[in-house]
């Protein structure tokens, strides 16, 4: 859950990055810094989970891994 969480706060910067120049409908709260912090604090959970729990860490990526090529299989069919 927290891998998604900063992939999720992350894409705000690639959302913004697209989006330069054009009018923002809304402003976030210390930004860039409250997003760079919730980055910062998710891989240092991120980490100390590998680093206490290798074989469950592992295991939570493997059936994460599992759905891309099921993802990629649903686009192909949907185009």
Not at 29 to 54: C, E, H, K, M, N
Not at 56 to 67: D, I
């Amino acid at each position: 859950m927290i891998l998604f969480s900063a992939l999720t706060v992350g894409a705000v910067f690639v959302i913004r990055a697209r989006r330069r120049g054009e009018s923002r409908p809304y402003s976030g709260l210390g930004y860039p810094w409250t997003p760079i912090l919730f980055l910062a604090v998710s891989l240092w959970i991120l980490l100390v989970s590998f680093r206490d729990q290798p074989r469950e860490s592992l295991s939570g990526l493997a059936v994460v891994a599992t759905g891309i090529p099921f993802y990629y299989l649903w686009n192909r069919y949907r185009r």
